[in-house]
């Protein structure tokens, strides 16, 4: 064969071979069109905001950071059942109460794959699935069982000095801040959280906190999980991000995966090296066997697993402690109460004990108010808060409420929980921070709303429900009732002047994973008792 033959067979190639991709794209798109016009013609009686490009569907939405707002907003204006679409999926945002409960345990609906597709990504090189993002498979149930079990009470109560710990440390660090100092306390109390997953978790201190009054190196797996999970946060919303390799911002995303990866890779070392104590998560993520092999899990398995912890745990609880503090600061009437609470309880520095007791494992639940006002931040400010997604299992409709609500397959079912905590047809003035609230009988559930499996269904859900809600609740709760308890007991908060008021904080709310605030949340940490 010629050379001029040669090239003249390679271009022939080269020009099938675009044909071939071309042509295979265009049917993809052309059925995906397709399957969108029939979601759209079955979900036509379904009101919901109009479309802002007929190509991409609601596209409002990436415009806006707080969209949790926005779909609020959107219940308030379709109701309880609307519909939107972003380029090819229809999704269906539900809000009512009674149809969430039936959602949420359905076994005909359950968690997409893909939706998590970004976060995978973060919790490991390999991309699986984990507990938070995989559909609820004979894996799962083994990973969750395991999970579940090592944040039941009695492990919790094993690991609480090790909370009480990790909390101490943060108040020996804002004891060295100066006077007139300003600290990011969002930053300070997710690095907290971390350490705490870290510590009651898998026996080691990753040194977030104590990094804040250092440069301790080892501080740096607060540096490494933020980046990475800002990156994760990117791929969801950006799900072509990881093929724009000439980006530096892209590049450096993954570096910062990497570096992630190598921390919880490290806690996997260590894991290996020596048995975990048994109240640890480490210990009981051992000992899950693979139900495809019958063999404990694999390395490339586990790893998942672990970082899913860090990242469903450290942001969502340090995020809930600063709106605390944040909603506390806005309200001294409360603040009032939660330090008369703890003078009650010996937990106040006085000047004749500028150091109080350490607090136990007993002093939780004697603290109801303080509790009270976790609840009312975690209403107003849930960090999970546009969770919670579920699609048709199977090829069927899945009807909920008695018909009332059809879900075709392949359409993303939403339920919102901050539209649900800020509902004015569920809650009396739901933009007045409250926590007295929490006093009423009941004040949990939609009252008046249809009984499902012979239960009120609840109006208030930070956690979700369901066999997917939160496995971390319980060390979420400690965590959180510990760490004010600790830090009203030495300090107080006050906003700082460059966060510009209460209108500069809800400016900057913002939904990415979790519900934050884009200013951190800066504050003056006043002593109780002036050293
Ligand atoms: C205030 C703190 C927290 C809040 C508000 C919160 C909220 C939630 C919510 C709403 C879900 C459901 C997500 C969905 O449906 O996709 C969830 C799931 C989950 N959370 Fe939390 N969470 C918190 C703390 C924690 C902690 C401390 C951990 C572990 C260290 C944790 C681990 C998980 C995991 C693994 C799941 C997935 C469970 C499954 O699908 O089986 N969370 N959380």
Known sequence: MSMEDLGFLCLRLAVAAVIVVVTTRLSSFCSKALICLLDSFKLRHIPGPPADSLLLGNTAMKSRPDRHRLFSEWAHKYGPISQRRIMFQHFIQVTDPALIAEALRSRELDKRPLVGGGINNFASPKGYLSLLTSPSNERWKAVRKAVATAFSTANMRAQFPNIRTACAQLVDVLKTVPANDVVDMDSALCRES?????????????????????SDESGQAMEATAAAMLEADRRITDPLRMRKFWRKDVREGKLATQRFHGVMKGLLAGMRRER?????????????????????????????????????????????????????????????????????????????????????????????????????????????????????????????????????????????????????????EPEVFKPERFFEDGVED???????????????????????????????????????????????????????????????????????????????VVPRVPS
């Open 276 to 428: 975990p104590v048994e109240s640890s998560i480490a210990a009981h993520l051992l000992d899950i066997k693979d139900p495809d092999t019958g063999k404990p899990l694999e390395d490339a398995r586990l790893l998942p697993e672990i970082s899913i912890l860090f990242m469903a745990g450290f942001e969502t609880t340090g995020h809930t402690a600063a709106w605390t503090l944040y909603s506390v600061s806005q309200n001294p009437k409360v603040e009032a109460k939660i330090v008369e609470e703890l003078r009650s309880n010996g937990l106040l520095a006085t000047p004749e004990k500028p150091t109080p007791r350490p607090i136990e494992w007993d002093d939780i639940q004697k603290l109801t108010y303080l509790n009270a006002v976790i609840k009312e931040s975690m209403r107003m400010y849930p960090a999970g808060g546009v969770a919670t997604f579920r699609t048709p299992k199977g090829t069927k409709d899945v009807v909920l409420g008695g018909g009332r609500l059809v879900v075709p397959p392949g359409v993303g079912l939403h339920m919102p929980i901050t539209a649900v905590h800020h509902s004015k047809d569920l809650w009396e």
């Open 194 to 214: 971390l350490d705490v997953i870290g510590m009651v978790g898998f026996g080691q201190d990753l040194g977030a906190t104590r990094s804040l009054a250092s």
């Open 446 to 524: 939609a009252k008046g709303t249809p009984q499902v499996n012979g239960r009120t269904p609840a109006r208030f859900m930070p956690f979700s429900m369901g066999g997917r809600d939160c496995v971390g609740q319980t060390l979420a709760k400690l965590n959180l009732a510990t760490t004010l308890a600790q830090l009203y007991g030495s300090f107080t908060f006050k906003l700082a002047e460059e966060m510009g008021g209460p209108e500069g904080v809800r400016a900057a709310e913002r939904t990415s994973i979790t519900l934050a605030c884009t200013k951190g949340m800066k504050m003056h």
